[in-house]
């Protein structure tokens, strides 16, 4: 359960950002959670519910997640494939190992702040 | 929807807000701390591996007996990362060599925050700083290790026979993010179902570019391919 400790990690840099930018409230926050960060959506976001709610700063934020797909590279052929989850073999080659690329993004995008 | 701008966010959107771009990553700090953590492992003259394995996997094993084997030739230093107790730290010491204990008082994770205050507690431990091979033994835990960074320069997983061959499929991230695979306590074959050459084949669909080995600490078999991987790591460092 590392995302609780991910979701600390965010409330204070969105701590900071409020401060650089003299603001009060976040309104929305805007997350990218690849499919292969090792980062399990579902808890980073039940994390959040509850971290967020014991700040003035984030009570009534909205997070935003997105889970953009990996690319994974053929072994065989190199024939680079987009997928959420490890394609069984190559369409081309019939090749089974694949080399995943990207995919593995815990990235804070953007914050709505007021 | 908003009457202003047609967006759909809720009411409490307002047009005196300001969307800030940040786009960074979250793990951002922790990886610029295992930057620093890596060059000061070089420093030490170091290679550093970090373990990352369920508990009970033989970590703490398979370093004593590599101990026992290399210690006279290569300079190895470790750190031991557990939630609670120094036991893991008092069975390396007694095999002579640098060690110390971090332990997170609950965290499920080693993060490289940890590893920056470890290496300079290491240093302070006799002949703890100049090293050839640092060891890092992580939190017995195949998920959360897998996403920070300490500054390592290899990862290592390792899966014992008992603990089935469905690992790999299991906790991908580990697999994805690691160069070495090891099966352990290969000795207990014989009484546990797990096809060796089944859960190689797995890791490495997960991960192709990964260097797999099976052996027993215990026993001995197959670890003469890890002490050959440890002199050549150590050989193509100097």
Known sequence: ?114 | MCDVCGCDLKPEHTHDSKVIEVHESLLAANTAMAVKNRAHIEKMGAIAINMISSPGSGKTTLLEKTIEALGDTIRIGVIEGDIETDRDAQRIRAKGVPVIQLTTGGACHLDAAQIHKGLHLLEKEEGGAKLDILFIENVGNLVCPATFDLGEHHRLVLVSVPEGPDKPAKYPKAFHSSQVFIISKTDLLPYFDFPVEEAKAEALQLNPNLLVMDLSATSGEGFDQWLDYLRELHRKRL
């Open chain 1, 1 to 114: 359960m590392h995302e609780m400790s991910l979701v600390q990690g965010l409330l204070t840099q969105l701590k900071d950002l409020a401060i650089e930018h003299n603001k009060s409230k976040v309104i929305s926050v805007s997350m990218e959670i690849g499919p292969l960060s090792g980062v399990v959506i579902d808890s980073f976001q039940f994390g959040f519910d509850i971290l967020a709610k014991d700040e003035p700063l984030t009570k009534d934020a909205k997070l935003i997640i997105e889970s953009p797909p990996a690319i994974y590279r053929c072994f065989g052929c190199g024939m680079e494939i987009e997928a959420v989850v490890r394609p069984e073999s190559c369409p081309d080659c019939s090749e089974t190992l694949f080399t995943p690329e990207g995919g593995d993004g815990l990235i804070l995008r953007q914050v709505e702040m007021e």
